[in-house]
């Protein structure tokens, strides 16, 4: 491991002004300098200042200008002397040292064991985010601060040692990810290369080669896809020319085919910017690997005139965004497209919106309305599914008589998402489709009586759980999510804190769709539910409690802790609990080991 690598010492002068700053504080030594600077011209001083150092000459020269100048505005940073430029750049660097030095340790930060029977491993991510806060405040000073520390490899050795640290872990440390690194390195690195050979003969063949060959070199660390991407398309377009026509070459033909490798997305970009045709020609060849080359194909089809087309490549599109084979074709009047994904497709939604409101608006050109309502609802239903009241608005306005035997459909399966999405959990598919959450969702498309037809089933379904065990276990995690979402709830927080804590769902998911539920049950003046649910759980949930014989390697505190919320809810349900654990696990020694660690009566 390399230690202060990247620092250079500035030498220091003894005298009354290091003196002074010892002594006094920074606010000190400023008003120190008003007073010794007013009514005095510095110009008288230039010479004698120059002579000590031409750097502070030169920055106190600019200040006393700008001071001057009541106008004129300009941030601290681009007033700094050079040394202090310097200065800065070296305590950042100290900061990142005392980062990698951590990497390869044991016992470091970056080793990380979840639990004590699970081997460690490293931590690669949070590596990547502690440089990323320093690389985001090493980028201003890029520019300027190159030409001073005459270090071109200085970006390159730093992640050749991250990389030699991480390969210093033992053999069977886990952790396969490395070190993906953040956008702000991923700039830091991209802009000291370019910095390096901008002024070449050929500054985008050497960058582009130099780029390739560090991502070739490591192993452990990678850059950022998006942010090279967005650094090779910001470039001079001489440059950007330059390497396009290098992705022409035999040398990196073959990554360049790769529809998932960075410089195909770059070569992509370059073909749009310099040859459309080709453009074009690329997305339809790869249209079947990347849905996203879609749109510019429903473009060229609809500025010819050619729906029919168009409609083609939108379902070849659908297709490629489900990853689903020619005879598996996907229309948006057949299913909830929300649901039809079997992969992750990060920030799409927008994208996926927009491509299902231009069907709709080319279906309704062919004619076809009950294609063009189901794309225009499934738009809206994709891009904010958790805006309930947006869903319903679009609903209402597209279910026409024709469109309805399509809409309909479309409306159940989007409730049912949202319930899913509320729970967190699939159930039986009975139960999961008539819920107190399709109510919530429902009781918005009645006119007049919303409130009292709530209020009535969730009334009869509260009452069939409060007499019905085997219901109870059925759906006590749906109760579980009312619980946690009527007004009031925070106040069990203080009078059971183990039951809140254990047995009512964390705050995991979208924030906003829980603010669409905890609004809407308020609207409904459920308030006073929360007693009547909160004496079905003291009748009811020692039947949920997790079942000794069912442990893990003999460890009992998930037991403990839903014991333990039983015991603040029920004293009598937990006794009558406790003396049956002791008649059926009374030679689990490690369970009343660990009831003994909560303080249980046992």
């Known amino acids: 491991m390399k230690k202060g690598k990247h620092r250079k010492k500035l030498p220091g002068n003894s005298g009354v002004g290091e003196i ?8 000190q030594i400023a008003h120190l300098l008003n007073v010794v600077l007013s009514g005095k011209d510095v110009a008288e001083y230039a010479d004698e200042l120059k002579e000590v150092d031409s750097d502070m000459a030169e920055t106190v020269e600019k200040i006393v200008a700008l001071s001057s100048d009541k106008t004129r505005k300009c941030p601290v940073r681009h007033l700094a002397s050079n040394k202090r430029i310097l200065e800065h750049w070296d305590s950042l660097w100290s900061r990142w040292d005392s980062i990698v030095l951590e990497v390869g340790d044991e016992d470091g930060k970056y080793a990380i064991q979840d639990v004590d029977w699970e081997p460690p491993y490293f931590d690669g991510y949070t590596l990547a985010e502690d440089l990323d806060e320093i690389a985001r405040d090493m980028l201003p000073h890029m520019d300027e601060i190159y030409d001073m520390v005459k270090k071109p490899a200085l970006f390159y050795d730093a992640i050749k040692e991250i990389d030699s640290n991480i390969r210093s872990y033992p053999e069977w440390f886990g952790g396969d990810d490395g070190c ?11 802009k000291w290369l370019w910095l390096g050979v901008q002024n070449d003969i050929h500054p985008g063949t050497v960058f582009l080669t130099r780029v390739c060959s560090l991502e070739e070199e490591f192993d452990n660390v990678s850059l950022d896809d998006d942010e090279s991407i967005s650094f090779f398309a910001k470039l001079p377009d001489m440059v950007c020319q330059e390497v396009y026509e290098q992705f022409m070459s035999n040398k990196y033909r073959q990554r360049v085919e790769e529809t998932h490798s960075t410089l195909h ?38 500025a010819q005139g050619d729906h029919q087309k168009s409609d083609s490549i939108f379902q070849k599109t659908f297709l490629s965004y489900l990853r689903r084979d020619e005879k598996n074709v996907w229309y948006p009047e057949t299913s909830l497209l929300l649901t039809e994904r079997k992969y992750y497709h990060e920030n799409d ?19 076809n309305t009950v294609r063009s309502a189901a794309s225009r609802v499934q738009s809206v239903m994709y891009r904010t599914p958790e805006d309930w009241d947006m869903v319903i608005r679009e609903y209402r306005k597209l279910c026409t008589l024709e469109a309805r035997k399509v809409i309909d459909p479309l409306f159940c399966q989007w409730k049912n998402e949202m319930a899913e999405r509320s729970i967190h959990t699939r ?20 006119l007049t009586d919303k409130k009292e037809w709530f209020l009535k089933k969730l009334q009869v379904w509260l009452d069939h759980l409060n ?12 109760l579980a999510q009312l619980t946690k979402d009527l007004s009031g709830s925070d106040n069990l927080r203080k009078q059971y804190p183990t039951f809140y804590d254990v047995v009512l769902p964390s705050d995991e998911g979208s924030s906003k769709l829980r603010k669409v ?17 909160m004496d079905i759980w003291e009748k009811h949930l020692y039947r949920i409690v997790p079942d000794p014989a069912n442990s893990h390697k003999s460890r009992y505190y998930v037991h403990a802790e839903w014991l333990k919320a039983l015991y603040e809810l029920s004293h009598s349900e937990y006794e009558k609990l406790l003396s049956r654990w002791r008649q059926t696990h009374k030679q689990r020694r490690n369970l009343w080991l660990d009831l003994k660690k ?3 009566p046992i």
């Open 20 to 27: 002074l700053v010892g002594c006094l504080t920074k606010d």
């Open 517 to 533: 539920r905890c609004d809407r049950l308020n609207k409904m003046g459920t308030g006073t539910c929360i007693s009547r649910v």
């Open 349 to 367: 939604e927008e994208e996926v919106a927009e491509l299902l409101k231009l069907w709709g608006e080319v279906s309704e050109k062919m004619g």
């Open 598 to 600: 909560y303080q249980l």
């Open 265 to 302: 997305k770059i070569n992509h970009i370059y073909e749009q910017r310099f040859d459309s045709s080709k453009y074009l020609k690329t997305c339809r060849k790869y249209l079947s690997e990347n849905w996203q080359y879609g749109k510019a194909l429903i473009d060229d089809a609809i």
């Open 180 to 190: 993906p690194l953040g956008k702000h390195f991923t700039q830091c690195v991209l």
């Open 467 to 478: 007499n019905d065990g085997k219901m109870f276990k059925q759906q006590w995690i749906l």
């Open 427 to 446: 159930m039986d598919s009975k139960i999961y489709s008539d819920t107190w959450i399709h109510w919530l969702i429902e009781s918005e498309l009645h």
